[in-house]
């Protein structure tokens, strides 16, 4: 789990935090998305992201590490089967945070934290491979260039 951040906690101990974190993580891999406040969405992104990496590697110490956090073993299968092969294309970025209106009663920022289920854009890995042929032909014309200045 990321190292906590100084200053005061979401809730009233640092074991509380971890443990609402926890629920919080385990309601987001049942559901794929929830509706909380905009702090704690913050603080859940990292845990639930280090916990889909997790997954993605899919060995027998992974899964332990995961079920350290996430009590459920149901939820871990279907985060080790289901969510983790979604993920395996995307290199980061599994969870999105959506600003909503404020939550009525007390006016607190209210956020959805959304696992990320579209399919990773083929355009940039187009782009990629574009800048990296444009490369090798500049490497190729050099040493060309060179040897017909040296015919001359």
Not at 24 to 51: C, D, H, Q, W, Y
Not at 79 to 84: D, H, K, P, Q, R
Not at 98 to 114: L, M, Q, S
Request: net charge positive; glycine share 4%; aromatic share 2%.
């Amino acid at each position: 789990m990321p190292t906590p951040k100084k200053g005061p906690r979401l809730a009233s101990s640092p074991a509380h935090e971890r443990l609402m974190l926890a629920n919080m993580a385990t309601s987001l891999f049942k559901n794929g998305r929830i509706t909380t406040t905009l702090p704690k969405a913050k603080r859940l992104r990292p845990v639930a992201e280090r916990l889909i990496t997790f997954a993605k590697r899919g060995d027998l110490h992974s899964r332990r590490r995961v079920m350290r956090v996430i009590r459920d073993k149901h939820v871990v299968h279907m985060l080790f089967t289901e969510i983790a092969e979604q993920m395996k294309q995307r290199e980061g970025g599994y969870t999105r945070i959506v600003k909503i209106a404020p939550r009525t009663g007390d006016a607190a920022a209210a956020a959805i934290i959304e696992l990320v289920k579209e399919p990773v854009s083929a355009k940039k890995a187009v782009v990629k491979e574009a800048e990296a042929a444009t490369k090798v032909a500049a490497e190729e014309e050099a040493p060309a260039k060179e040897a017909a200045s040296d015919a001359e």
